[in-house]
Every structure is written in structure tokens, then in C-alpha cells.
């Protein structure tokens, strides 16, 4: 007998398993299917009362595309169309809340939406009336935009539910691909519907966390078990923030006589898809200028050091009840951090600020409910003095809005909210909003206005300064020395504070236009080099504070010659503590002569620090006090498309199989129990030759 | 597809295997175990064959397309030689086997026929050949797409399936026809099924012009079962018979 012994079969298992290994796989799924890989997906997103966003079933939903042309064409997905459900293509100029409510209330024949972004419409804004109307400042009679609605384009499409999946497409080759099939398969001829089979798109999007936040954690089992399973995460992000005379961090609670004046603009901003953000006017503007007024103050503090201290704090998360401003009043109130609220002197926030020509304004909100207090109105007149005295010689102006009209939605109101501080907001809008994409995607560097001419090259480009930057720039400067004059420098200083257009126009090119360029390399650390190139800096929390962080240290700090061990360990050095400053390595300028990077390691006091919501500190998932605002988990993204049988030849196929089966079982009993009769000469006789 | 492709796929390309099986080889193990040493001998000699055609097409350019495709018809001509072979040796290795087995049964005489040994390691070449056709292809006719994106026929499953059922069944006869042609010492029968196997292998290249491919491999079908009862012991004169529902006079001797 021939024997397999195991060393001949071991040898053919190895044989088998490199095969398996390294063929490539030709297989049927790429006859059928192809995967978009650049999609921006709706997410899901919780309060405490509320679900909003997008979800897909948990097998993904699937549906014949109908590319939509008009509104009046929206009758062929929900009544006409005679093969329900559809996948329907929108361009951006027809992404509107009447189109999206229509197929809201018809989603059984909507499978899901996909948005195409082209042209900018004229006005959007996806985000409430009165945002955060809940969290602000607590006034009786004009809470709620009472008075004024601040953003009257909004239509409130962020924080609406749907059941199905709405996914973003970048215009790309995907999108041709899409429009391509449609034409070829899923067009209508004459009024009938189109022939099987038909081109169709499969999106997965399933979110796992339901109802609220308070649901979401408890199912999150936190509490019960050492590694619990998230079902959705607290939103929130990184604060940053630096003093111009830093404490000792460890010190926390109330520092005698010690006043300080916080200096605030807002970090984030969010789109419908909330990955897709931009926030130009928003936010960009507000927390460049800012930046600037911090570099543009580095010097003059430094050789005549003011009476007050001035805090420069950059908040994240604002846009979801504030919670970064939150944090920060919460700490503050509950000694943990380095000042208290009795510290604080006054506050300064900048807002939206998108100047136009020269000659225009900007407007100075302040608070008409604290101001009812003598001393609280003598500050906040005085802060209003020096902000005009400060824009001696400069383009622009700066004008008080009306005295009983409240204040704009600001990280302010939150200080507001915990104690009567005296306090502006500078804005570029004197009521409702200007900005006519607030919160929207479309709020982007074009929105700004900055133009480049079109013979640049990217790094030409960096350097270039737009009308935008020098706009900017004034802006800039008035803020610097308007905090210098509040902080009770010497008046004789003031006019030598100038914010640098350079740098305000290298800010925008980052945050707006290409956030991997030389000089944003130069400016972060070795090991974080990589976070530039993967996001855009504003639709990611941990780029965007990272980059603030580490341009903050650069503008503000001091570049030290320590090593790049010292560096890690300054403690060991006799002059440096890590209690007061914190020590920076980053990559420096790479010098015209070779390729070797400058790095140098910084002394700064810049912290950046995480900035969840108290609610979670405090376990209280229905707070009305804080944000309760989280994301959920889900399993993956996923889009593709395919084209799709009708139900007739599926049906026919299952009718053939059942069909054979049962004819092969039939005629094979027929035959087993005959066998003796059909293949007579079955055995033969004993000597033949077997 | 859906759920329901993939059901009917599966009963076609499967129903006739699965109903031989459960009627004529599940109840004796001896055909079981023959069976699948059968399927074995088959995954051999598809593992030889396509490693020669994988160590080609790795010694060559992947990117010249022409090359890649009469690689791939040489490799598949090698894999039908090699599988003729393989059902050569496995006869010889049944032989051996039904000497061994006579002595050590309790009956007189060899416990299986060379006629049934025949038609389970044809059964066991076919159903190994079907899975590996068709299973592949089944496991993707579960999603909701089907093919034709890049311009295949979207009946691509459904004939998928007849040409794994007419795989099968040719396996099956042929095995048949192989070893009563073995046994007689009639090796042009050998030669015949070669040719026939390679005629089939040609005709699927004919894909997507699946007229011209699933209809010439039915009536070569058709054509093996009528020579396959023949060979096994079939006449007319038995159907005769059993159409007037009257047993034979040699049903004794079972």
C-alpha cells in the first residue's frame, strides 16, 4: 500500500500555505463592487435631552442612485420613482433644509443622502438661530435671542435627527465615477422607469450610542467594570493658554494681590459634517488675531513688565455649550487653577472679526446686565477707553453697539455666568451676525477673501501678505495695546507694540490654505511633524491645538540653548523649573545652505491642558448647568457601489435551484432504488480478472 | 446578490452532488472514505498544476496582459493532463486497495465493485472540482451587488452554477467510462476522455458567450451519461424492463 508518511504531508502544508500567502486575490467582489474611499460621514451626535445626526442601519443601507437636479425633482425618489428605495446625489447648491426635511419625513423610500460639494451657495448656515442659547449667560428677558436673533440665516440642519446615512463627498474622480454609472443604468427614457440592472450605493454608517448621553453612559458600563466598553465619548478638546507671568502651576486657588486681565478667542468651529470644518470668520480670525497681539506683546512686557498680569486663553469646543470656557470657570471656581475668579480683573474676547475695506468698524459688545453695577460699568468704560485710544493711527475704528442689546454668543458669557466681571467682545457685527456661513463648510479661506496671485508658488505663497493679513494685523495691534493700557503698562510703550503682517498672513496660509508648510514644520515638535500632514489643521482638535500650542510658545517664549536631553529634564538645571515654564523641543528652520534642521529647544509658559466638560467630572449626564454634548462610537465607515438585479431574476434563480434540487433528489431515489434493474451485469463471476 | 442567488446558486451547482450523495454513498462508509480520498487526489493534482502556472506567471512580466492569458490557458491544459493522470493513479492505487480490502472482509469477494469504485471516485473528483469553482463566487453572490459594473453579464452566478452542475456530473461519468476503459485494457478510452475533458476546459473560454459555451457542455453531458450507463452495465433491454415495472431474472444473484 502506498503510505503518506507526515514529513511528505507536513512538506505539502508548507507548500500550500506560502501559496495562500502570496497569490493576490482576483476575486469576484472586485467584478461587483467599488469602494469610495473619500467620504466624509454624518455622525451621531448626544445631550442631554436630545439625538442628532445621521445613522444607517447596522448592514448599511442600500439604494438606486437618483442624481437630483432640481427641488421639483425630489418627486421622483419620493413618489414617482418606482423602485424604492434611492440613494440620493445632491449638489451643494441644493443641500437645503426644505430638500432635507422633504426627504426626512419620506425616508422609507430614502436610503440615504449623498452631498457633492461644487459652488458656494449664496448664504448657509447649517448651525441654530441662537446658538448655545442654553448655556450663556443667565438673563431672564433676553435669553433666548429675545432681542436680537444672532444668526438669522441659520436653518438648524446641524441639529437635526435622521434616520438615514448623509455622507460628503470630495469632487473628485469618485463622484464621475457615480455620475458615470447613473447615466449609463438609472437614466429615465420617455417616462419609464429605467431598465435592471441599475446602478445603486451601498453606505454604511451605524452608530451605536441611542436616545441621550445619560443612556449612552450607562450602557457604557463605566462604572462596573475596570475596562469598560465606550459606546460614545465626551466631546471636547484641548484648552490653551499662557500667562505673560506664569505661576507656579502647582499652586492652585486665589493669589493675593494679584489682578489679572484675561485676553480670549475661540479655538473650534463645526460644519454639517463635523469633520468638514473650516470656521474662517468664525474662529480663524479671532484666534490669529489674537495670537498676533500676544506676539506683538512679547517684547513690550518683557523690558517694562505691566501691573497686571494678562492670561492669553484659547478655548476649544465652544461651539457644542462651551466647554473649554466652562472648564476653565470650573476650575477656577473649584481651585483648580492657578488664579480664582477673584483674580480676574477684566476680560477681553475677540470674536468674529472679518474687516472689510479700510475705514471700517468694529463693534464692542458688553454686557448690559452687569453693567446695571456702578464699578463693573466704570471698568468696562474704562476697557472701552483704551480699546478706542488704541486705534490711534490705525484704518479702523472701534464702536460701542447698543447699551441694552446683550452680548453675542462668546466664551465671556460663561465668566459671566459665574460672577458679574467687567468685559467686551469684539465682533465685526453690530446685531445679528455678518457672517452668512456660520458654522457652515463653506466658511472657508475664499469667504476671507484671500487671494493669491495665481503665479505663486506654495511657499511664495506662504509669505505673501493679503489684504486680509494687513487688516488683520491693525486689528491686531489695537488688541495688543489696548490689553498693554489695561493691564496698566506705561503709556510711553504703547506705540512700539505693532503686531507683524508676516506672521498674521503665514497664520492664515496654515489654518486655512495648506497647513503642511515650512513654517509650521518649523514651529512643532520632532514627533508631532506628522499631525500636519495627515488633517487639515482646523477639521482636527489635536492638530489645531498642538499648532496654537506650539505657535503660541514660539511667539511668546524664549528660545533657550539647551540641549535636546536637557531639554526633556530641565529640572536638573539650576535656572529652570518646570513648575513655572514648560520646555518645548521644536524642529526649526532648515537654513538655505543645507539640509540639516535648526532645532533649538523653547522656554515658554504656554500650558495646554484637556477640556472635557464638568458634567462628566461630576457624573451628571442631564445637566442643564454644562455641556453634555458626545459623539457616538460606531463600527466603521463604509461606501461603495454596485449594480443591482431586479427581484424577478433573483426569484427565477431560487425557483431553477429549488427546482434542480428536487428533480436530482427525485431522480436519484428513482434510480438508487432501481439500480438492480438499470445496471444488470452488476457482479460477475468469481474468476474474472478483479 | 441576496440571499436568495446565493440559495439557488448553491442548489444548482449542488442539488444533483448532494442527492448522489445522500442516497447512494452516505450509507456505506467504505464509498464515503473513497470518496473523499477521491476529492484528495484531485486537490493534488490541482496544487501540481498550479504551482507550475503560479512559479510561470511569477517568472514572467504581470503586466503583459496577452501573456498572463495563455499562461493561464497552458496552466489550465496542464491542470487538465495532470487531473487525468491523478484519476490514472488513483485507479491503480483503488486496485491495490480491493485486494487488500477482499482479503481482510468478511464477505467472499471484494466488498465493492470496480463499477461502484468508479462511480464514487468520479463523484469524488466532481464534487471537489465544483467546490473549488464554485464556492468562491458563491460567498460573494451574498452581498447586495451583482456583477456587470465593468461590463460582465449579469448572469454570471447563474451560469456559474449550471457550469459547476455540468462539471460535476462529466466528473462523475467520466470516472465512470476511465476505469471500465482501464479494466478492459481499451486505452483509447483514456484518450478520449482527455480529449473530451480538454474540450469542455475550451469550450468555457468562450465565456461570456455563454450560449456558445453552457449548451455545447450539456450535450457533451448528455452524451457521457448514456455512454456511462452503457459502460456500467446499462442496456436498453433494462429500461424496457423497467418501464413495464417487471423485474429482471438476475436480481436474484444480489
Redesign the interface.
Known amino acids: 500500500?502506498?503510505k503518506i508518511d507526515l514529513e511528505s504531508s507536513k512538506w505539502?502544508t508548507f507548500?500550500?500555505f506560502w501559496?495562500f500567502k502570496?497569490?493576490s486575490c482576483n476575486?469576484?467582489?472586485q467584478?461587483?463592487?467599488?469602494e469610495l474611499n473619500n467620504t466624509v460621514p454624518c455622525v451621531r451626535l448626544l445631550n442631554a435631552t436630545h439625538q442628532i445626526g445621521c445613522q444607517s442601519s447596522i448592514s448599511?443601507d442600500?439604494g438606486v442612485i437618483h442624481v437630483l437636479e432640481s427641488e421639483a425633482d425630489l418627486e421622483w425618489p419620493l413618489s414617482k420613482g418606482p423602485n424604492p428605495p434611492y440613494m440620493v446625489l445632491l449638489e451643494s447648491s441644493l443641500f437645503t433644509k426644505s430638500i432635507m426635511m422633504k426627504m426626512k419625513n419620506a425616508s422609507s423610500r430614502v436610503a440615504g443622502v449623498v452631498v457633492v460639494p461644487k459652488t458656494s451657495p449664496r448664504e448657509f448656515s447649517p448651525h441654530t438661530t441662537c446658538p448655545n442659547e442654553n448655556t450663556g449667560r443667565r438673563i431672564s428677558n433676553l435669553a433666548h435671542c429675545n432681542q436680537t436673533v444672532w444668526n438669522p440665516r441659520g436653518n438648524g440642519l446641524s441639529y437635526e435627527e435622521f434616520d438615514f446615512p448623509v455622507f460628503s463627498l470630495k469632487e473628485d474622480n469618485e463622484t464621475e465615477v457615480i455620475k458615470q454609472?447613473y447615466f449609463d443604468h438609472n437614466r429615465v427614457v420617455n417616462g419609464s422607469g429605467p431598465q435592471?440592472?441599475l446602478c445603486?450605493m451601498?453606505l454604511f454608517s451605524h452608530m451605536f450610542a441611542v436616545t441621550d448621553t445619560a443612556t449612552c453612559m450607562r450602557r457604557s458600563n463605566i462604572d462596573f467594570s475596570s475596562s469598560p466598553v465606550m459606546v460614545c465619548d465626551p466631546l471636547g478638546g484641548y484648552n490653551v493658554w499662557a500667562f505673560i507671568r506664569p505661576y507656579n502651576s502647582t499652586a492652585f486657588g486665589h493669589k493675593e494681590n494679584e489682578s489679572v486681565v484675561i485676553a480670549a478667542a475661540r479655538l473650534d468651529s463645526r460644519a454639517f459634517f463635523l469633520q468638514d470644518s473650516t470656521g474662517a470668520e468664525g474662529s480663524v480670525s479671532g484666534f490669529v488675531t489674537l495670537l498676533a497681539a500676544a506676539q506683538a506683546l512679547r517684547q513690550a512686557t518683557q523690558e517694562a513688565p505691566p501691573t497686571r498680569n494678562i492670561l492669553f486663553a484659547f478655548f476649544h469646543g465652544e461651539v457644542f455649550d462651551y466647554i473649554g470656557s466652562s472648564r476653565m470657570v470650573y476650575n477656577m471656581k473649584n481651585n483648580k487653577f492657578v488664579i480664582d475668579l477673584d483674580n480676574v480683573h477684566s476680560i477681553l474676547e475677540i470674536g468674529q472679526v472679518k474687516t472689510l475695506r479700510s475705514g471700517s468698524n468694529l463693534f464692542l459688545h458688553s454686557d448690559p446686565v452687569s453693567r446695571r453695577n456702578n464699578t463693573v460699568d466704570d471698568e468696562v468704560t474704562n476697557l472701552v477707553n483704551n480699546l478706542h485710544s488704541s486705534t490711534a493711527g490705525l484704518n479702523f475704528s472701534f464702536v460701542e453697539s447698543g447699551f441694552s442689546q446683550p452680548l453675542p454668543p462668546s466664551s465671556f458669557q460663561r465668566f459671566l455666568r459665574a460672577r458679574a466681571i467687567p468685559g467686551i467682545v469684539l465682533a465685526d457685527h453690530q446685531t445679528a451676525f455678518n457672517n452668512r456661513y456660520y458654522e457652515s463648510f463653506y466658511d472657508n479661506a475664499a469667504h476671507l477673501n484671500l487671494t493669491y496671485p495665481s503665479n505663486l508658488s506654495p511657499e511664495e505663497q506662504l509669505e505673501f501678505v493679503t489684504d486680509t493679513a494687513k487688516s488683520l494685523t491693525e486689528v491686531a495691534t489695537a488688541v495688543a495695546r489696548a490689553l498693554f493700557k489695561q493691564a496698566g503698562g506705561n503709556d510711553s510703550q504703547v506705540n512700539n507694540i505693532n503686531a507683524d503682517p508676516k506672521t498674521v498672513t503665514q497664520m492664515l496660509y496654515g489654518f486655512l490654505v495648506r497647513s503642511n508648510n515650512s513654517w509650521f514644520q518649523a514651529v512643532m515638535a520632532p514627533e508631532l511633524k506628522d499631525v500636519l500632514r495627515e488633517h487639515s489643521a482646523t477639521t482636527d482638535a489635536n492638530a489645531l491645538t498642538y499648532l496654537v500650542q506650539y505657535l503660541l510658545a514660539n511667539l511668546t517664549g524664549t528660545a533657550t540653548n539647551l540641549t535636546q536631553s536637557q531639554c526633556k529634564k530641565p529640572d536638573e538645571l539650576p535656572n529652570e523649573s518646570t513648575y513655572v515654564y514648560s520646555y518645548l523641543w521644536v524642529q526649526g528652520m532648515v537654513p538655505p545652505n543645507s539640509t540639516q534642521r535648526e532645532s533649538f529647544c523653547v522656554r515658554t509658559a504656554v500650558r495646554r491642558v484637556m477640556a472635557v466638560s464638568p458634567a462628566f467630572d461630576l457624573g451628571d449626564y442631564v445637566s442643564k448647568e454644562y455641556s453634555t454634548w458626545t459623539e457616538s462610537q460606531r463600527k466603521f465607515i463604509k461606501a461603495?457601489?454596485?449594480?443591482?438585479?431586479s427581484r424577478d431574476?433573483?426569484?427565477?434563480?431560487?425557483?431553477?435551484?429549488?427546482a434542480?434540487?428536487f428533480t436530482?433528489?427525485l431522480?436519484?431515489?428513482f434510480v438508487?432504488t432501481?439500480a438492480?434493474?438499470?445496471?444488470?451485469?452488476?457482479?460477475?463471476p468469481?474468476n474474472a480478472?478483479? | 446578490?441576496?440571499a436568495?442567488?446565493f440559495?439557488?446558486?448553491?442548489?444548482?451547482a449542488f442539488?444533483?452532488a448532494?442527492?448522489?450523495f445522500i442516497?447512494?454513498i452516505a450509507k456505506d462508509p467504505l464509498r464515503v472514505i473513497i470518496l473523499i480520498a477521491g476529492a484528495f487526489f484531485w486537490l493534488?493534482s490541482l496544487?501540481l498544476s498550479?504551482?507550475v502556472w503560479?512559479i510561470a506567471t511569477k517568472a514572467t512580466n504581470a503586466q503583459d496582459l496577452t501573456l498572463q492569458k495563455d499562461l493561464l490557458i497552458f496552466g489550465c491544459v496542464f491542470s487538465v493532463i495532470l487531473q487525468e493522470v491523478f484519476r490514472f493513479a488513483y485507479y491503480r492505487?483503488l486496485r491495490?486497495?480491493?485486494e487488500?480490502l477482499a482479503a481482510i472482509s468478511e464477505e467472499?469477494?471484494?466488498p465493492l465493485?470496480?463499477?461502484e469504485m468508479a462511480y464514487v471516485a468520479g463523484l469524488g473528483f466532481g464534487i471537489m472540482s465544483g467546490a473549488f469553482s464554485m464556492i468562491?463566487?458563491l460567498s460573494?453572490s451574498l452581498?447586495?451587488?451583482?456583477?456587470?459594473?465593468?461590463g460582465?453579464s449579469?448572469y454570471?452566478?447563474?451560469t456559474s452554477?449550471l457550469m459547476t452542475?455540468a462539471l460535476t456530473l462529466l466528473h462523475t461519468f467520466w470516472g465512470v467510462v476511465f476505469f471500465e476503459g482501464c479494466?478492459r485494457r481499451r486505452w483509447w478510452v483514456i484518450a478520449v476522455v482527455l480529449c473530451l475533458h480538454l474540450m469542455v476546459f475550451s469550450l468555457s473560454l468562450l465565456n461570456p458567450l455563454y450560449v456558445g459555451s453552457i449548451l455545447p457542455v450539456y450535450a457533451i453531458m448528455l452524451l457521457m451519461a448514456v455512454w456511462a450507463?452503457f459502460s456500467?452495465?446499462?442496456?436498453l433491454h433494462?429500461?424496457t424492463?423497467?418501464w413495464m415495472c417487471r423485474?429482471?431474472n438476475?436480481?436474484t444473484?444480489?
Open positions: 500500500m502506498w505539502v507548500i500550500v501559496l502570496n497569490v476575486s469576484v467582489a467584478k461587483i463592487y467599488v448599511g442600500t454609472c435592471y440592472p445603486a451601498q461603495r457601489i454596485f449594480l443591482v438585479a431574476l433573483e426569484m427565477m434563480t431560487l425557483g431553477v435551484g429549488v434542480v434540487l436530482s433528489l431522480v436519484t431515489y438508487s432501481k438492480d434493474v438499470l445496471f444488470s451485469a452488476v457482479r460477475e468469481a480478472a478483479y | 446578490m441576496t436568495a442567488v440559495f439557488g446558486c448553491a442548489f444548482i442539488g444533483p448532494f442527492s448522489l442516497f447512494t493534488v496544487l498550479s504551482l503560479f492505487l491495490k486497495a480491493n487488500g467472499d469477494g471484494p465493485s470496480v463499477r468562491n463566487t460573494d452581498g447586495p451587488g451583482t456583477v456587470g459594473m465593468f460582465d449579469q454570471y452566478f447563474i452554477a452542475l479494466e450507463f456500467s452495465g446499462g442496456s433494462n429500461i424492463l423497467l423485474k429482471s438476475t436480481e444473484s444480489s
